[in-house]
Each structure stands twice: as C-alpha cells, then as structure tokens.
C-alpha cells in the first residue's frame, strides 16, 4: 500500500521513473468500497480504481483492465453488500512452474462465491478463440465488455461516490510499473494498493 513518506512501518524503494515511494505491505485488507472508475493511458491501456475506505482513510486499489484478480473480484461484486466492509486476501501459488493468483473475499464471517460461472454464466459471454499473427489465443474482449457495464449499471449507483468516471492524460509518473507488473498511484490524495500479474511476481512483491 503506498503511503505517506515517513509513516512508520513504512518501507521505501524507487519505481520505475527513478522516484522513491514508501509503502507498506499487508496480508489482508479490510474496507468499505466507495467508488469503482476507469482509467486510459497510452502505454499501460485502460486500468479498474477501486476506491475504498478503512478507518476513516480513503485509498484506491488500483488493477489493469484484464487483471485476473480484477476481473475475479468483478465477478463476486453482485454477491457482496457494497454498503458493508469486506475483506480481501490475495495468495500466490506455484503451480507447473508459473505463479498463480487468487483472490479470496469474505464478509460478515462468510467467503464470497462468484456470480458468474463457466457453469452457470449468467449471461456472462465465454472466451473466443481468435488467431494473431498466425497463432491462437484466447480473446475476453466481450466477456470485459459485459463485466464493465454490469458494474456501471448495478453496482456503481449503489456506491457513495456514485457514478463513475473514466480519467485520461495521466502522467507517465502516475502510471509508473515496476518488474512486477504493478501500476502506481494516480490519485496524490489517495494511497493506491497495487495489484499483481498472475506469471512472474515474487510472492514477497504481493501488496498486502
């Protein structure tokens, strides 16, 4: 989570541009979801900002667009009660050689289930198998697309920031990444949590 310089428990590193930030890593976070909006920047793409506040402090977990974990805790939104505090834990496994990502959510004692399945979707669109330069690979295109507007639609009135914005023309500091993947922080009044990718991450990089 980054934090202010100075706050104790902090630790420092220097990002990608060359500027040293203080953060401070947890396990679990605990908060409130306040506002879900987009973000578009012309190297990194089009990113999700959660906006959440604990303990009377507001912080903004930020994730690219096709993240797993993002696209995870999209598909638990319709069973979570935005109007209560909730948990999430990520974790990290090896599994075949590569790192697997998770997300876990739980609220008032219970884990948090996906409302969209491969076996009951929901009306959530499968994968389409497309060719790119002559190979195949999976395209989420319209499964993202459906994703968005079911947040927009029926879970952002719900929030008390209300509808929700995209943001543009960030600065490429705003937007920096480290080896890991992560995306910094785009709100200088907001401490950002920072998501991970699900291949190459050090588990000891996880943010909390």
Known sequence: MRVADGTPGSEQRINKVGAEVS???????????????????????????????ADGEEFTLKMSYSNSLAVAFLKMLPNI??????????????????????LFINQGGATIK???????????????EIVVSGKKTWDD?????????MVMSDIVPKLTKGAAQSVSDASEEEFERDVAGELGDTNDSAPSLMDSDTEGVNPEDLPF
């Open 141 to 149: 295109t319209k499964r993202l697309a459906f994703l968005e507007a």
């Open 23 to 53: 953060e401070i890593f947890h396990n679990s976070f605990e908060g409130k979801l306040t506002g879900i909006t987009t973000s578009e920047h012309d190297e990194y793409g089009k990113s999700w900002n959660f906006d959440f506040i």
């Open 114 to 128: 996906h409302a969209y399945t491969r076996s009951e979707p929901n009306g959530m669109p499968d994968l389409e």
């Open 81 to 102: 009660d935005v109007s209560e505090e909730f948990e999430l834990s990520p974790s990290q496994k090896l599994v075949d050689g590569k790192n697997r990502s998770s």
